[in-house]
Each structure stands twice: as C-alpha cells, then as structure tokens.
C-alpha cells in the first residue's frame, strides 16, 4: 500500500491507472477506522482493481469547533489496517493540501439538507459535498463507497452525482453494528465508560419504533412519542432528534403510512458529550 500526502500525487496515480483501464474505488472517510470502515475497504476490494482511501478530517464540514478539535486522529494506527483490508493507496492530505484557498462555491440542497442533520448542523452539508466533489476530481473513482448510518450524507451525495453528472457508480453500504447494537461511530472512541454502558440504549429505542411502524397501528405521531419517551427514560442521554422521514427524499412522515414505503428512523443524540447518530429503515408492505 502506498501512502499519498498530496493532491498532485493521487491526481498523478489515478492517471496511470486510469490509463491502464483499472477500476478504482474510491472509500472517503475521516480516519480513526473501525469494523465499519474496514467493510467497506473489503468491498471494495472486491468490486474493482485499485481501492483508495481517504483519511481526512475536514474542517469545512464541522460546524462545532470544539468537536473537530476533539474528533479522533489516529493516522498511524489506520494505515496499518488498511493494508490488510484491500487499501492500494491511502491518501491523507494536509488541510492545506485540500484547501489551497478559502473556497467560495455554496452547495444547497434544498428540502433534502432542511432536515435532520442538514438542519441541526448548518453548513454540515456544503462542507462535505465540497470536499467528496474534490475527492471524486483527484481520484476518479469509478465506484464510491458510503455508509447507511450517514443516511442523510448518501442521499445528499447520490443528488451531488446526479446534479454534477460525476460518471461513478455510489455504493451505501449497510451498517455495522457493535454486539449490542452500538452503530460503530469513530466518535465512539470517546465514550467513558458510564457513556459506552447507556448508548446502546438509542438502538433499542430505534428497534422499538422499528416494531411499531411494522405493525402500523400506531399513527407516526404516536411512534415518535414512544421513542421519545423510551430515551428520555435514560438521565445518560440528550435526545436532539428523533425523526420518521421518508428513506429516500428524507421529508418527515406524518399522519399515516403509505403502503410500499421506505421509513426512515433517524436520531441523533448526546451520550455522555459525545454526540452519536443512527437510523434504521423499514420498508412498509
Ligand atoms: N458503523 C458503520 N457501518 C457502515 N459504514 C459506516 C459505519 N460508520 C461509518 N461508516 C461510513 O464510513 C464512512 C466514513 O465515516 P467516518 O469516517 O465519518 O466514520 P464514522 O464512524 O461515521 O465517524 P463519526 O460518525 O464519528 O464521524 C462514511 O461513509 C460512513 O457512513
Ligand atoms: C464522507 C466524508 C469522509 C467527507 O468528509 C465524511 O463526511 C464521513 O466520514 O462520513
Ligand atoms: N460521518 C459523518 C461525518 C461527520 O460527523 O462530520
């Protein structure tokens, strides 16, 4: 596995391969790996010829600064796994390297960044879709690799290819779970024990709102307080969302169920001063 520090570098690799009629994937994460990550570097290992992944912190995308500042770095330990795990070239940039210049493009999503994350973190959305626009020019990918548990992020990137014709196929990927159904979170890492023992608790409070809209005989309204009363049950957890929204434009779901549709569980919530985020879906008969 090669290490990339600089932009030209992977612009000059992905050349070569490009010449040579490799199929890249491309697997763009913030580093401080886990299990999550590692299955995605593994398929796609399988899916194509060369598999880069990105380790980069980026600092458009964070609208807390107190979280950048505490967002785990661990650039040693990553790339030792990712050799291992199918990586040909990990590119880890400088903020400088990424951002020669303060950048003055806006990107807006409209209804689809009005909710959710886009709304409880603003200017999450612009930040990430002008760095995954950059990671797509320099490496080309033919196929990108993206996470479920960043719902919100696949749907907001799947409309950035679309809206900028990127010629790539996005791949999201299940997510991956703890035991005890913790979604694995770099974020993780900085649970105290106490916070580790109580998070579990916002799966659970998913999969009982999963069960209650496969029944379908409570109405939205009433799945949504049910949830929220099972967290606010927890003095360890400081729900700031709980959100029922349709899986693929995101728009809350409200009143009554449409037959064959895909609901969305969506939540984000601080466990111990860390803040965590997970959903699940359910597709309805
Ligand atoms: N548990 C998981 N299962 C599957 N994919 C995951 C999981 N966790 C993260 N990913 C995906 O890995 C990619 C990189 O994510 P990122 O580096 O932000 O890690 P993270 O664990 O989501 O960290 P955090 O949520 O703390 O920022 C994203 O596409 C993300 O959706
Ligand atoms: C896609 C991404 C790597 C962009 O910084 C980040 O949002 C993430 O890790 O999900
Ligand atoms: N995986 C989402 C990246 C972030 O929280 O900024």
């Known amino acids: 596995m090669e290490i990339l520090q600089s932009a030209a570098a992977l612009q000059a690799q992905t050349e070569i391969w490009r010449q040579n ?11 401080a790996l886990h299990e999550g990550h590692l299955q995605l570097v593994r398929a796609a290992a399988q899916d194509n010829d060369v598999v880069v992944v ?19 770095r661990v650039p040693d330990a990553d790339a030792a796994l990712l050799g291992p ?18 950048t003055v493009l806006r990107f ?3 209804p689809l ?5 886009g709304e409880h973190r603003p200017g999450h959305f612009h930040g990430v879709a002008t760095v995954v626009s950059k990671l797509f020019h320099l490496s080309r990918p033919h196929r990108a690799y993206f ?53 579990p608790r916002l799966y659970q409070a998913l999969a009982l709102g999963a069960s209650l809209v496969e ?5 939205p309204e009433a799945v ?25 434009t995101l728009q809350p779901v409200t009143g009554q169920w449409s037959p064959g549709s895909l609901v969305a569980l969506c939540l984000a919530a601080h466990v111990g001063g860390v803040r965590l985020i997970d959903n699940v879906l359910v597709t309805l008969p």
């Open 215 to 219: 029944k379908q005989q409570e109405s």
């Open 54 to 72: 990105s380790v980069f912190v980026n600092p458009t995308q964070f609208n807390n600064a107190e979280d950048f500042r505490l967002y785990p």
């Open 108 to 110: 807006d999503f409209g």
């Open 147 to 199: 996470g479920q548990k960043d719902l919100q992020q696949v749907a907001v990137i799947r409309q950035l290819v679309a809206d900028l014709s990127f010629d790539l196929e996005l791949v999201a990927y299940p997510t991956i779970r703890e035991a005890d159904g913790l979604a694995m979170s770099s974020r993780n890492r900085r649970l105290s024990p106490e916070a580790r023992a109580v998070a």
């Open 21 to 31: 009629k490799l199929r890249i994937g491309l697997v763009p994460t913030m580093g």
């Open 224 to 248: 949504q307080q049910a949830v929220e009363q099972f967290l606010a049950a927890e003095p360890g957890i400081t729900l700031e969302y709980f959100a029922l929204a349709d899986g693929r």
């Open 113 to 117: 960044e009005r909710v959710m994350e």
């Open 85 to 102: 795990a199918g990586c040909t070239a990990l590119f880890m940039p400088s903020v400088e390297q990424m951002y020669p210049q303060p």
